[in-house]
């Protein structure tokens, strides 16, 4: 059995975390330097307003006729409150894959029977813990597969008659939920795939569920046709693998055995920063943003240890020699000796598409795209990892632009929340 927990709006609702008084009211999150709108919350949404990647310029009096509330994002409060919503999350099952910035995939084993609470009260459970602790909402959605985990969460969000839970355990809710579910909304078929399966008479998810899987690798791939047999209840996808999202990109994984030692955790972390370089120029991305982590198991005896650490790139990058070079600096935050570490990951935020990115005048990319190109190439021809590269470049904190930022509530020290009484 599989949960896949998600926050609602996740850059909106960390805005609305420490500061209350906007949490009735729309708020809309601008990109790097100010320039686009990247997030809206459901209220915003809900106005009409907040649509993602319009300059905000364009839509300036707009926003301000509805009172909408305006921050420049805050990837630190962001990554900070994504790894607590992922630690709240990982006391309720056996094991965790954080999948995103604000999702992750909670595995209760293969035949997993339900916990005695029953499946529907785990998953409130989890929802409302999350609330409490760190004022996060978040849909939980129970399914046999990673991809109807995913489909539950999309009821959890979206169906009328789930609030923000959906166990999809019985097969009349499975059909219930697919009938009513567009095949493009469904994990991994986009908007070119779904015009192609709607060419064949799929329009529903439910109605791809019920193809011959066979014919669907035949017509499109074995990807669409693992999504159909994971939509039948068969599980394809593998548990580290589960593909990220585009919008970030993670790369995370238990270790066969715990490690102590401080070289094996930094050259795992130096694998995982080269796993999402690699991805991220095959996406031809460039990231803004780092964040890295080290865990024990949550159900180790010596208590629960989770460190992370946020970089923030000073021009957006897609070179690996940059990315790897934040392993070296994060190392010392992350190791603790004495741990027996369980699992490690670097995540990617901030993406940016390659050809539409803001350069800085006074800080040119130290990126090396011919060079990149030249150890694709031969990596993709003699194997994985046949060139790599040692650390190199330096560091550059140059202030970005970002007059509507919100305080760094959880990571910095003068914005730490204060109570008067
Ligand atoms: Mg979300």
């Known amino acids: 059995m599989y949960a896949l927990c998600d926050v609602n709006s996740m850059y909106a609702a960390c805005e609305k975390v420490f500061d209350p008084s906007i949490r009735n009211r729309p708020v809309v999150v601008l990109t790097n330097k100010d320039g686009c709108i990247c997030a809206a919350c459901g209220i915003a949404k809900r106005m009409g307003v907040g649509k993602k990647f319009v300059p905000y310029f364009q839509v300036k009096k707009e926003l301000e006729a509805v009172g909408a509330v305006i921050r420049s994002s805050n990837y630190e409060l962001y990554a900070d409150l994504s790894q607590r919503m992922m630690d709240t999350c990982a006391r309720f099952a056996p094991d965790i894959n954080v999948y995103s910035i604000d999702e992750c995939f909670l595995y209760y084993g293969k035949h997993a029977s339900p916990p005695s609470i029953g499946w529907e009260t785990l998953a409130t459970k989890i929802r409302q813990t999350v609330w409490r602790e760190v004022r996060l909402p978040i849909c939980v959605g129970v399914g046999t597969t990673p991809t109807l985990a995913k489909v539950a969460n999309y009821a959890a969000k979206n169906v009328e008659g789930f609030k923000g839970v959906a166990v999809l355990d019985k097969q009349d809710v499975r059909k219930a939920v697919l009938s009513q579910m567009q095949v493009t909304d469904v994990w991994g078929i986009g908007k070119r795939l779904g015009i192609r399966l709607n060419a064949l008479g799929i329009h529903t998810a439910w109605e791809l569920a019920n193809r011959d899987p066979s014919q669907i690798r035949k017509a499109f791939s074995i990807v669409v046709e693992n999504t159909v047999r994971e939509l039948n209840g ?80 000073t021009v957006p990058t897609s070179d690996t020699c940059n990315i790897i070079k934040v392993v070296e600096a994060a190392m010392s935050q992350l190791f603790k000796s004495g741990l027996r570490y369980y699992k490690c990951g670097v995540g990617l935020i901030d993406l940016h598409d390659q050809g539409l990115v803001q350069f800085d005048m ?34 550059q904190k140059f202030a970005m632009r970002r007059a509507f930022l919100s305080p760094q509530y959880t990571t910095k020290w003068s914005d730490i929340p204060k109570v008067i009484c």
């Open 362 to 395: 006074f800080n040119p990319s130290i990126d090396n795209p011919q060079l990149m190109a030249c150890m694709d190439t031969i990596n993709a021809k003699y194997g994985r990892a046949t060139v790599h590269v040692a650390a190199k470049g330096f560091e």
């Open 234 to 313: 068969q599980v394809r996808h593998s548990w580290d693998t589960v593909r990220a999202a585009k919008k970030e990109i993670y790369s995370t994984r238990s270790f066969g055995q715990r490690i102590t030692d401080y070289q094996q955790l930094r050259s795992a972390l130096a694998s995982h920063a080269e796993t999402v370089a690699i991805k991220l120029r095959k996406q031809k991305s460039l990231a803004g943003s780092m964040t890295l982590f080290a865990t024990n198991s949550p159900h180790d005896d010596e208590g629960y240890f989770r460190r992370s650490y946020f970089h923030r790139f």
